[in-house]
């Protein structure tokens, strides 16, 4: 069994090395056969000399977007290679790239799949959990986003839906592309993490949740998020997903918009 990191990265000089090489120990320790996609999403910092770096020291599979497309079809190229690259056995992480997941939290959520998980979210929403650095409005939105889904879409185990700290099982990724036609993701931007759990959800996936110590204060680089279009984008997406379970119907494709 092997650990896949699939990472989306876009100007993330400054925190990317410290999540690689803190992966890098996390496997080494743990004695992990690892491995490590990282999607580019049209960088113009120096991005992709930290990604030529590394893939000296370690097993990395690289995709070079040539101008940036946004979190969510970068995050589709990085799923879609780990999952063309495992086998159905072996375990597929995702986390943000700068610096602000911890990925010594794996060992922990690698045993709540050996446990029956077939999803497990690093949660800012459970005993022992904490947000470090994060502005007091940011720190509210999450938790009406997260009132928001657990009201409309409750989902067993699931307390935070948009962290994109989660270790999937490969098989059901897999199966989840092969269901999808390919296109795992048709969000944009942001949004495009809940979109996955809202996916394996409808079709009856496991997950659980490990808590969280968020870092914002070690964040490598500044936030790209657009706090406005990311709400209406989750309000949408949301829209969505809860009319299709009202009425049994598929959900409809996430129309263009914003990128991030």
Known sequence: MQVLLALAAYDEERGLPQVLERFRRVAAQGGLEARIVVVDDGSTDGTGRVIREWAARLPIETIRHPENRGLGETIQDALEAAARLAQPQDIIVTMDADNTHAPELIPAMMRRLAEGCDVVIASRYRQG??????????????HGARLLFQACLPTRGVRDYTCSFRAY???????AFQRSGGRLVTERGFAAAAEILLYLRRWGARMCEVPLVLRYDQKGSAS?????????????LLARYRLAALFGATPTAALPGPRR
Do not use: D, I
């Not at 650095?133 to 999450?142: E, I, P, V, W």
């Not at 099982?169 to 199966?175: G, P």
């Not at 790209?224 to 949408?236: E, Y």
């Open 129 to 142: 959990s904490k947000v470090v650095g994060l502005s007091a409005f940011r720190h509210a939105m999450s």
């Open 169 to 175: 099982r490969a098989s059901v990724l897999q199966e």
């Open 224 to 236: 790209k998020m657009n706090v406005v279009r990311t709400v209406l984008a989750t309000l949408r």
